[in-house]
Every structure is written in C-alpha cells, then in structure tokens.
C-alpha cells in the first residue's frame, strides 16, 4: 500500500502563485507515476499533470507555461508549483501515484484551491 498526503493549497489572489506538495509513504519502491488531478464544483476530474521516475512529464494544455511538476525521489516527494493562477484553477487538488501509466491506483485526500479574482 501506498499513503499520500497533499499540502501547500490556500487562498490566492488571480495572478499569484501556489507550490502544491505530495508525500508518499509505504510501499513506495511500487511508484513509477505521480500525477496531480483537480477537480471544480460541478466538472468532472481532470488530469493537471504527471511525472515519471525518469522525469518525463506531460501537462494538460490548460495548464501548459504555468503550472510546473516535479519530483523527488530521494525524499518521496512530488511538487506542482503554480503560476498565473485564475480563478478556472481553484479546484481541490489530488496527488495519485501508481507503478504504470495505466495503473495508478493510489490517491491522496486533495488539499483545496481557492483563487479570487
């Protein structure tokens, strides 16, 4: 099994920036993709982002020249940080983590994004 836990969201003015984090405990040698999903009052979820053990990435358009994944291996750690966000942002976020692009079964509680216009 796999734990993870989200922290970093808030409240923030349209135009800041915000640093989400994901901690991931357990069996963690399992983990070869992390992503960050969101999901807003009324849509459904979305993929924001996602990182692999090599560092590839790949990022929703929405989302493309502001948002920024990352990922450390040594900590067990992933990171999106945040950019120009808009209120088309707030949404909670979620950390998701699995050992293949089409296995990631493990999901983290979301942490909250709110951004005011």
């Known amino acids: 099994q796999v734990q993870l836990v989200e922290s970093g969201g808030g409240l923030v003015q349209a135009g800041g920036s915000l640093r989400l984090s994901c901690a991931a405990s357990g069996s963690i040698f399992s983990i070869y993709v992390m992503a960050w999903y969101r999901r807003a009052p009324g849509k459904q979820r979305e993929l924001v982002a996602r990182i692999d053990s090599r560092g590839n990435t790949n990022y929703a358009d929405s989302v493309k020249g502001r948002f920024t994944i990352s990922r450390d291996n040594a900590k067990n750690m992933m990171f999106l940080q945040m950019n120009s966000l808009s209120p088309e942002d707030a949404a909670v976020y979620y950390c998701?983590?699995?050992?293949?692009?089409?296995?990631?079964?493990?999901w983290g509680q979301g942490t909250q994004v709110t951004v005011s216009s």
């Open positions: 998701n983590a699995g050992p293949t692009y089409t296995s990631t079964p493990y």
